[in-house]
């Protein structure tokens, strides 16, 4: 809901605060006071384009500022957009327009673009004219609008339609890898013997390439083992000859204490001697080879790399890439059968989408009947009652099925009996279009609308009766969303729950447009001055007063 608007140097209005409430509020002035400007500026806020002819004559630029409070669709659109609002935080859009050229729009004082202004539009501001070419008059939104009416759900037809998409996309695929399959069968056949015959495995060639480079070490080192082990472990090696000389100082040990020392020396020597042996033993068994396994390991290794250079892998995916080429190949050998199967598979749900669509197709209809006699029965009260409305159901081709089913919904009018029907916006004028408008708003007011609706001089060229069931029609709307409506129907200006009076002032230099909010004792003043025009009479006052007396 659109709570208040602040205008600064557009075009008339030097400054100007407004606040509104909910309900119906009506706004009134004598012709040329300003009430388009008004209505401009909320449409600059609202992502109209930034014309420099908006700027008041002498200012540096134009502001609008509008304060809504945010309906759920705009808060799950404003953090799409990644902009940081807390929640029950009111929306406020600002919208600068330079006198030289440019503009810049704000959301709670966070940059967006105009794009994003009128993205945010749909859901918070309907505004109907003459010449009003969105809303209920852009056939895009009408499927949407009868759907609601008819409270009919199109999930199952959405899934049935993604569905059958999802086969005929796995159809194709299928197809396609059959042909690029069938182009390389004698290299896929050839590939997939080969790998086969290599059996590689994840891992191999690291064990293999670590085997390899130890036996290589065991080569080279391998003579000096020996020679370690020569010197130590011998018949003339150091291990003998430390065990002789141990022999000998057993016999003579007990002659001197420097001998007994000299014994427990070297039997500590023959221990770590033989523990030298030992690890030198140790690590020749670890670094044997044998010549022929090293020779079948490099041969391995060797032919698991070519391999894989050649079909441009890693050679731990060899034996992945063995499982996909003959996966391939198996597909390609019984690609028949599959393609059969996959093209069943599409007639089933493609039968199932057009059983769901045709299902949808006649609750559309029969909801569009129901829609139809609504709008009739709110036309003759209107002084429409030579026209006739029509919602219009046309089978779409099956190139343009689509998951909201296969229908084209379109609103269509005669105005005049045996006439054709015709597009909303081509056939209707200016009046009957804002009438026809209101009809179907008030056929579909229980359906989604945004949260304010403004009505641009909806009542211009009917009075009385058909002004006051205008006047009926806007209050009932009003009861579920907020309506202002620029009215030049003390009937329709009756019926506002607030009363917004629009004028011009001249101060012999400059002239400017005004806004104030109306009281009571003021409300039937300019109410009288509608009745009667320039001259208010006691008779346009008491009129005035029984007026709304009756709202």
């Known amino acids: 809901m659109l709570t208040a608007l602040s205008i600064r140097d557009v075009v008339l209005i030097e400054a100007l605060d407004l606040d509104f ?54 808060a799950e659109l404003i953090g799409d957009n990644g902009l940081d609002l807390e929640p029950g935080e009111p929306l406020i859009i600002r919208r600068i327009v330079k006198a030289d050229g440019g503009s810049r729009a704000f959301v709670n004082d966070q940059p967006v673009s105009a794009a994003l202004l009128r993205e945010l539009a749909g859901h918070l501001v309907e505004i109907h004219g003459q010449h009003d070419d969105r809303g209920l008059l852009n056939p895009r939104g009408h499927r949407a609008l009868l759907d ?48 086969t015959a290599l059996a590689a495995e994840p891992g191999e060639e690291a064990i293999l390439a670590e085997r390899r480079a130890t036996m290589q070490r065991g080569e080279k080192i391998a003579g ?10 011998g018949a003339d090696g150091a291990l003998t000859r430390l065990r002789q000389a141990a ?19 070297i039997d500590r020597a023959i221990i770590e001697a033989a523990v030298t042996q030992e690890k030198v033993d140790e690590a020749a068994a670890a670094l044997a080879f044998d010549p022929a396994s090293l020779d079948a390991d490099e041969t391995r290794l060797f032919e698991l790399r070519g391999i894989a250079r050649k079909h441009r892998v890693a050679p731990d995916e060899l034996a992945a890439l063995a499982a996909e080429l003959s996966d391939k190949l198996d597909r390609l050998t019984n690609g028949g059968a599959g393609i059969a199967a996959l093209e069943a598979r599409v007639a089933a749900t493609r039968a199932d989408y057009a059983a769901q669509a045709e299902a949808l197709s006649a609750a559309r209809s029969a909801a569009a009947t129901r829609l139809d006699a609504a709008v009739a029965a709110e036309l003759a009260p209107l002084k429409l009652d030579a026209a006739r409305f029509r919602t219009q159901l046309d089978r779409l081709p099956p190139e343009q099925w689509a998951q909201h089913g296969a229908d084209r919904v379109e609103f269509a009018i005669a105005t005049n009996p045996g006439a054709p029907f015709g597009p909303l916006i081509k056939i209707a004028s200016g009046g009957e279009l804002s009438r026809f408008i209101l009809a179907l708003k008030v056929a579909l007011a229980e359906q989604g609308s945004a949260a304010t609706m403004v009505f641009d001089e909806i009542d211009r060229g009917v009075g009385g ?10 209050a009932r709307l009003a009861e579920r969303t907020q309506v202002l409506v620029v009215t030049h129907s003390p009937q329709v200006a009756a019926r506002g729950r607030s009363h917004l009076l629009i004028a011009k002032a001249h101060d012999g230099v400059v002239t400017r447009t005004g806004v104030r909010p109306l009281g009571p004792a003021d409300r039937r003043e300019e109410i009288a001055r509608m009745l009667s025009g320039a001259e208010v009479t006691d008779e346009a006052r008491a009129q005035a007063g029984r007026l709304l007396s009756d709202a």
């Open 224 to 233: 000096d083992l020996q020679t370690v082990a020569e010197l130590t472990d």
């Open 148 to 195: 609601d009416f008819g409270r009919i759900d199109a999930s199952a037809v959405a899934a049935a339609y993604r569905a059958w998409r999802a086969a005929e996309e796995a159809l194709e695929q299928a197809v396609a890898e059959q042909d690029v399959a069938g182009r390389d069968r004698e290299w896929l056949e050839h590939a997939v013997a080969e790998l």
């Open 21 to 74: 409430a909910p309900g119906l509020g009506v706004l009134t002035g004598e012709t040329g006071a300003g009430k388009s400007i008004l209505l401009d500026a909320l449409g600059l806020a609202l992502g109209a384009r930034g014309e420099t002819g908006l700027v008041r004559q002498g200012a540096e630029r134009a502001v609008v500022t509008a304060s809504f409070t945010m309906p759920g669709a705009v």
């Open 465 to 474: 009766a058909v002004a006051s069931a205008i006047g009926d029609r806007l």
């Open 247 to 265: 022999r000998v100082l057993e016999r003579v040990g007990e002659d001197h204490p420097a001998l007994a020392e000299a014994l427990a020396a």
